[in-house]
C-alpha cells in the first residue's frame, strides 16, 4: 500500500524567504510523485510531477522538488517566497504498476508574512 | 477549452438525507476520479472511473456510491447522510487515468450535513 507523510500542517516564512514543504512517501514500487497546490476556494492544480528520468524537477511558478530514493522524501523548495505563494500544498503518489488511484497527502498550509 | 465542472457548488442536507453531486470532466477526458477533502485529512480516495466501469474504490462504507455515463460525466451518490459526511467534494479528470498522469481538478461541492 502507499502512503504519504507531510511533515507540518502549517508553515510560516516571510517574504523572500526559502519554502521548504517536506514529503515524505511510501510506496512498495515505484512510485509517481507530484505536487499539486490549492488556493482559497479553488480546485488543486498541478504544481511539478515526477515520473522517470532526472531527479531535480522544476514546476510553475519556480517551484522545484527532488526525488531522493534512498529518503523516501520529495520535498518542495521556492528560493525566495511571494506573498502570492500562500495556498495550501499536497503531495501526492501513484502506482507505477497502474492501480488508477492518486494518494494524497494531508497538506501544509504555507503563510507568507510581509 | 472548458475545465472540470462540478455541480453543485454548495449542499446543506440533514442526516439520514441523500444526496447526489455531479461532474463533467474536460471534453476528452475519460477517467474521473473522486477524492473527500476534510480539514486535516487532506484528499481521501473515493472512487475513479473510466469507460462506464469502477476500477478502483478507496475505503469508504457503501452508502458512498458513483456511476460514470457514455459520454464521461459521473456522479456519485451518498445515501443515509451522516454529520461526518460534512465536507469538500472534489472531482478530477484525465486523459486515461494512468498513473503518471495530470488529474485536473473541479472547484468542488461543499456538502454539508446538519
Known amino acids: 500500500a502507499q502512503s504519504v507523510t507531510q511533515l507540518g500542517s502549517h508553515v510560516s516564512v516571510s517574504e523572500g524567504a526559502l519554502v521548504l514543504l517536506r514529503c515524505n512517501y511510501s510506496s512498495s514500487v515505484p512510485p509517481y510523485l507530484f505536487w499539486y497546490v490549492q488556493y482559497p476556494n479553488q480546485g488543486l492544480q498541478l504544481l511539478l510531477k515526477y515520473t522517470t528520468g532526472a531527479t531535480l524537477v522544476k514546476g510553475i511558478n519556480g517551484f522545484e522538488a527532488e526525488f531522493k530514493k534512498s529518503e523516501t522524501s520529495f520535498h518542495l523548495t521556492k528560493p525566495s517566497a511571494h506573498m502570492s505563494d500562500a495556498a495550501e500544498y499536497f503531495c501526492?503518489?501513484?502506482?507505477?504498476?497502474?492501480?488508477?488511484?492518486?494518494?494524497f497527502g494531508a497538506g501544509t498550509r504555507l503563510f507568507v508574512k510581509a | 477549452k472548458a475545465g472540470v465542472t462540478q455541480t453543485p457548488r454548495y449542499l446543506i442536507k440533514t442526516r439520514g438525507q441523500q444526496v447526489t453531486l455531479s461532474c463533467s470532466p474536460i471534453s476528452g477526458h475519460r477517467s474521473v476520479s473522486w477524492y473527500q477533502q476534510t480539514p486535516g485529512q487532506g484528499l481521501q480516495f473515493l472512487f475513479e472511473?473510466?469507460?462506464?466501469?469502477?476500477?478502483n474504490k478507496g475505503n469508504f462504507p457503501g452508502r458512498f456510491s458513483g456511476r460514470q455515463f457514455s459520454n464521461s460525466r459521473s456522479e456519485m451518490n451518498v445515501s443515509t447522510l451522516e454529520l461526518g459526511d460534512s465536507a469538500l467534494y472534489l472531482c478530477?479528470?484525465?486523459?486515461?487515468?494512468?498513473?503518471?498522469?495530470?488529474?485536473?481538478f473541479g472547484s468542488g461541492t461543499q456538502l454539508s450535513v446538519l
Open positions: 478530477a479528470s484525465s486523459l486515461l487515468g494512468d498513473s503518471n498522469e495530470k488529474l485536473f
Open positions: 472511473y473510466f469507460s462506464e466501469t469502477q476500477r
Open positions: 501526492a503518489v501513484s502506482d507505477r504498476t497502474g492501480g488508477f488511484k492518486t494518494i
